[in-house]
């Protein structure tokens, strides 16, 4: 038998019907933007790996780091300890993240990074006696799978089935080009409606919805309207932070800057599960008190895990390196290039870059709304070729490691439209 077959005997895959999909190639190797499966077949990672992947494939760098922590303390629990990895990572953000973000609380992976910041939204009302039971979110955001992130994320497929099961959530349109005002209202109307204790959005770039972006300015006057009103904001940057944007975080962009932010997937450099929520010192003091039921009470076993801030000390080394900053350039100088050759394709409807993201909707015929197996149809011929790459719906993204060469950023664009001209749509 091989691994895929293996696999499908034992081994529930996320986001997968396994009645429709049920054999997937096995992945023995990555080097760079490479990987290979078991039969020495190719790929491009187009995709970092759900955007996870900074610096290549089995980096060598971060490896020795977790490594020589591996062999020196491997774990402590962090309730009543603290260690000297965590203290340096904390050093290091405070070096690189804007400068009202002071306090962090460590987890492991996005959604629990955004659990904890709508936590401490409730709580820090809840302990000033205040009640403040509801939250605004984009509509169609991404913010993870757990119950609260769950909640905050658009409305659909994913979420049906437990919507009766959700903490209250105001949706607020995306401010892009032509919503800037419905947007702006519908934040004034909701936040005068109800009891709101935070707005939480993705900065700039909205991931899983296909990579819809909006302007920072746009951003700014959200966040104006929420300080005037005593209603916190907190930027999940779980998919923007870490350079994606070409800047170290997207908030970077913003004259007003958030309350909270939410930091995972690119934080280890796409080796060792962790996540970040970073609070202003304000918020932090609104959990220090005599009263001891005034503490946020949250944890995890592997909460702020040495080994993992070891990996995220050597990735932020590696960010911090001049190199990395050339490299995001170069990339979204090529999208850029790559932009206006395609965007004359009559197949193409609209294109956008941000930073190290491409993104690329397709023009679709009715009938093939109807259908929509055309997703279906572009990923199995990227994984043919070799390119890994995931559509959303009609919308095809890049979002590659930084350190990709010319010539796969080429071979990733002429996949794409080779796919764009022989997939009829
Ligand atoms: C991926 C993602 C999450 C969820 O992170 P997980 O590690 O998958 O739980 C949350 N927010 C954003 C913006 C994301 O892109």
Redesign the pocket.
Known sequence: MTLSEKDALYNWHPYTQHKIFSHFPAIVKGNDEFLWDENGKQYIDAIAS??VNPFGHSNAFIAEAIYKQLTTLEHVLFGGFTHNVVVELAEKLIEILPANQRKFFYSD????A?EVAIKASFQYHYNKGIKKNTIIAFEDA????TFG?MAVSGIGLFTEAFQDALINVIRIPVPTKGNEESSKVALQKAIAENEVAAFIF?PLVL??AGMVMYEASELDALIAICKQNAVFTIA?E??TGFGKTGKLFASNYLKNLPDMM?L??ALTGGTIPM?ITTFTQAIFDGFVSDNKSHALFHGHTFTANPTGCAAALASIELLKNPTTLENIHRIQASHLQFEKHIQQHSKVKTTRVLGVIFALEIQVSEKQDYYSDLRNQFYNYFINKGVILRPVGNTIYILPSYIISNESLQQIYSTIEQAINEISC
């Open positions: 759900w955007w992976n996005g959604s629990t955004v991404f913010h993870g799978d992130a993705e991931g899983a999940d779980v998919m939410c995972s997937k996540a």
